[in-house]
């Protein structure tokens, strides 16, 4: 949160909130729609979470940049498995899937999945 408080400084279309985004009722208020949703964070039910953000914040034909360490979703499946189960999840939620990166080698077990609305 330091190195965000940092940034959102020098930024002023950057707003840090430390919050459970799992609960976007609770920060709704501090902010509007969006051009862009960047999301890493380390949950099973990251798809579901990021379901729940794009629908209050993401403005129509926004994009999404969601960071994927597979182990947090499932650590008996391969990453690329682990990768396509959450671009499922949203394909179902009537997101579009634009592009998944495998970040390897520079990390390990991490995609990157640029989605839009």
């Known amino acids: 949160m330091?190195?965000?408080?940092?940034?959102?400084?020098?930024r002023p279309n950057i707003i840090?909130?430390?919050?459970?985004?799992?609960?976007?009722?609770?920060?709704?208020s501090l902010i509007s729609k969006v051009d862009l949703i960047y999301q890493d964070i380390s949950q099973r039910n990251q798809a579901e979470i990021l379901t729940a953000n794009i629908k209050k914040f993401l403005k129509n034909k926004g994009?999404?940049?969601?960071?994927?360490?597979?182990?947090?979703?499932?650590?008996?499946?391969?990453p690329k498995q682990a990768?396509?189960?959450?671009?499922?999840?949203?394909k179902n939620d009537g997101?579009?899937?634009?592009?998944?990166?495998?970040l390897a080698?520079?990390?390990?077990?991490?995609a990157a999945?640029?989605?839009?609305?």
């Open 2 to 10: 330091n190195e965000l408080l940092k940034v959102s400084e020098k």
């Open 16 to 28: 840090p909130i430390l919050e459970d985004a799992f609960h976007p009722d609770r920060y709704f």
């Open 63 to 78: 994009t999404v940049i969601l960071m994927v360490k597979a182990r947090s979703i499932d650590v008996s499946l391969k």
């Open 83 to 90: 990768y396509k189960l959450i671009c499922t999840k949203l």
């Open 95 to 102: 997101f579009q899937i634009i592009q998944t990166i495998d």
């Open 105 to 110: 080698p520079y990390e390990k077990d991490h």
């Open 113 to 117: 999945i640029t989605i839009s609305k």
